[in-house]
């Protein structure tokens, strides 16, 4: 068999793998020899990778990473919050400081407990309403309120402008020098009593909302502000809660321009937009910035 092995071996082609030599003889044969190493078998696995819970879900931006505290259990949640504002915040307690005036170096005083608010709550208080000032709820509230406002005035700005031609930059100069004014009627009161009467009746209105201790009525309060009886139907709420919420927050967008462009320009919306038809390509926020 050693001869046999031998005279074959000038007429083999020689490999190495997992410790063993194997030689393929010339007459079709095959002898393997071990070299005392184990021969090791390498197994394959496959890692299986779970769906994440936010599949499908839309963000404000693609593939965005969105924070943990932004679940989309509130309606309209696209999970924005790159400053980290509606994170859940911790309050922590610390020792009292080393207030030794004969020591040289005086210590700060240590964390000895943390806690978080367990739940949001609203008191009866108008002007401190919620416990926690830094929740998730009440920055919806103030996003819904401030959009409500913003919605109002970009109409405003759109409507007067379009038909006294008088912009809403403009506006409370016209009101000094002219006197107190309403669509080009003449108002039996100064600017001063104007002030005085809305400072009252919008107080009056915003204590009684902060009165209001449920969360949801605070909002949507229903009665007078649904005259149409749009949420009425259950079915439909969510969903004009969230068209709300859409023309809220482009209303605040909407508002921020004509800010942006009445110190850029000094002109209106309307009139920024007629000067920008006029010539589209030679008038526009880049032209406008680089001037």
Request: aromatic share 8%; proline share 5%; glycine share 8%.
């Amino acid at each position: 068999m050693a001869s046999t092995v031998a005279a074959a071996s000038s007429l083999a082609s020689v490999s190495s793998i997992s410790g063993a030599a194997s030689f393929n003889a010339s007459n079709g044969s095959r002898v393997v020899a071990a070299t005392g190493t184990k021969k090791t078998t390498v197994k394959r696995t496959t890692t299986v990778r779970k769906p994440s819970p936010d599949a499908g879900r839309l963000v404000w931006f693609p593939n965005a990473k969105i924070p943990d505290h932004l679940d989309g259990s509130i309606i309209g949640d696209r999970g924005f919050d790159p400053l980290g504002f509606g994170k859940p915040a911790e309050y922590l307690q610390f020792e009292l400081d080393e207030l030794d005036q004969n020591a040289a170096i005086n210590k700060a005083g240590e964390v000895i407990s943390a806690f978080k608010p367990a739940k949001t709550e609203v008191s009866a208080t108008p002007f401190v309403p919620y416990n926690e000032v830094f929740s998730i709820i009440r920055f919806r509230e103030n996003e819904v309120i401030h959009g409500r406002w913003a919605m109002l005035a970009v109409l405003g700005a759109l409507v007067v402008e379009g038909v006294t031609g008088v912009t809403w930059q403009d506006a409370g100069k016209v009101e000094l020098e002219q006197g107190s004014s309403y669509w080009g009627l003449n108002l039996p009161f100064s600017i001063t009593t104007l002030v005085i009467l809305e400072v009252l009746i919008i107080g009056y209105v915003e204590f009684a909302r902060n009165a209001e201790l449920n969360t949801e009525k605070r909002l949507y309060p229903g009665g007078y502000f649904d005259p149409l009886g749009l949420a009425s139907d259950a079915n439909k709420l969510d969903t004009l809660k969230l068209a709300e919420l859409k023309h809220c927050r482009l209303a605040m967008i909407s508002a921020l321009g004509f800010g942006v462009q009445a110190a850029a320009t000094g002109k209106g919306p309307l009139d920024n937009w007629t000067t920008h038809l006029a010539d589209p390509f030679n008038t526009t926020i880049i032209q406008t910035f680089s001037n």
